[in-house]
């Protein structure tokens, strides 16, 4: 069992920067594929980045492409977003998933465990 928490959201302008953190429970964690994800009202989760268990690969999608920065840290059980150049279309509900599945996991299926959320908005 894994749990995790989200943390790091808030309200910033277009042009702004955020970084969200998730910090996990268990001794497991490293051994986890971890992926962030987005939900913006009235739309569907969407794949943002995600990370290896060993941080060793990372992949994005297209929209963050250059902007977001997946990292982890197998220390400290905690894993990382960092955001720059914001948009307001990067308004959303933003969670943080762990995944056992062969990398590389970009559907919520594939992804077994969930945080709760951080609401990030992005003003213009």
């Known amino acids: 069992q894994v749990q995790l928490v989200e943390s790091g959201g808030g309200l910033v302008t277009a042009g702004g920067s955020l970084r969200l953190s998730c910090a996990a429970s268990g001794r497991t964690f490293s051994t986890y594929h971890m992926g962030w994800f987005r939900q913006a009202p009235g739309k569907e989760r969407e794949f943002v980045a995600t990370i290896s268990w060993s941080g060793g690969s990372t992949y994005y999608a297209d929209s963050v492409k250059g902007r977001f920065t997946i990292s982890r840290d197998n220390a400290k059980n905690t894993v990382y977003l960092q955001m720059n150049t914001l948009k307001p279309e990067d308004t959303a509900v933003y969670y943080c998933?762990?995944?056992?599945?062969?990398?590389?996991?970009?559907?919520?299926?594939?992804?077994?465990?969930w945080g709760q959320g951080t609401q990030v908005t992005v003003s213009s």
């Open positions: 998933a762990a995944s056992r599945a062969d990398w590389v996991v970009v559907t919520t299926s594939g992804y077994t465990y």
